[in-house]
């Protein structure tokens, strides 16, 4: 099933965002959680994702419960916590079976974006596993030289200061380096790129593409 290309999985991860956007149905909502769960579990990358999906719905919960206290009606609070919850859901699938050149090639060859652009995009999504590591490693060190982050809720949320700051530090260090060394590389001068990713279309993508944006349609027309 994933041996789509990285236009169609671009296209999905759009299509599903513009619903959840649009759609104030809730039952169109739980059906495309339940169909980017499914397509995790069939690609076989349920394992790699299933933490980062719990955090998520964990978060969706926390939303949720945040504006029934503000005042929001039922509705409105579930529809927002499973907008956020599609929306980052097919992103995450998009990432973990993608690869970031081939989201980049495809970006650039299918999308017509400008090159500057689509590795502006895409850097950030290669940046996120490295920030999450490197958080941990902070962790970790920190640990060792005994400090506990514990207590109260709002001493623990004061408490992850100590995590930030040398992440921030880290970040700044990291994207001051990538940018002498695209500039060493030339990367805004060259007009023309070629890429090794392959991106070009087969049969299969054009059905599943068709597929799917009649069922956003169909969504959308009768939801």
């Known amino acids: 099933m994933f041996s789509f290309a990285a236009f169609t999985k671009i296209v999905f ?40 999906v719990l955090l998520l719905v964990l978060f969706a919960v926390f939303l949720f419960a945040v504006q029934m206290i503000a005042g929001s009606s039922y509705t409105v609070a579930l529809v927002s916590a499973l907008r956020m919850l599609n929306m980052a859901v097919s992103i995450l699938l998009m990432l973990i079976t993608t690869k970031t050149q081939q989201i980049t090639a ?10 500057q652009y689509a590795f502006m995009v895409t850097a950030v999504f290669r940046f996120v596993p490295d920030l999450l590591e490197e958080s941990k490693a902070v962790r970790e060190a920190q640990a060792c030289r005994g400090y506990k982050n514990t207590g109260s809720p709002l001493k623990r949320i ?15 260090m990291r994207s001051e380096n ?21 991106t070009k279309l087969q049969l299969i993508d054009y059905i599943a593409i068709l597929v799917f944006i009649g069922l956003c349609s169909s969504i959308l027309r009768f939801a």
């Not at 004061?158 to 700044?172: C, D, E, L, N, S």
């Open 13 to 52: 991860a759009v299509c599903i965002s513009l619903v959840a956007l649009i759609t104030n149905n809730i039952h169109a909502l739980l059906l495309f959680f339940g169909l980017e769960l499914l397509a995790a579990v069939v690609s076989g990358k349920f394992n790699q994702i299933g933490k980062a």
């Open 106 to 115: 495809a970006l650039v060859k299918q999308c017509c974006l400008p090159y």
């Open 158 to 172: 004061i408490g992850y200061m100590a995590i930030i700051k040398p992440m921030v530090f880290r970040a700044i």
């Open 178 to 198: 990538m940018a002498v060394s695209l500039e060493m590389r030339g990367f805004s001068e060259s007009k023309q790129r070629t890429f090794m990713a392959e």
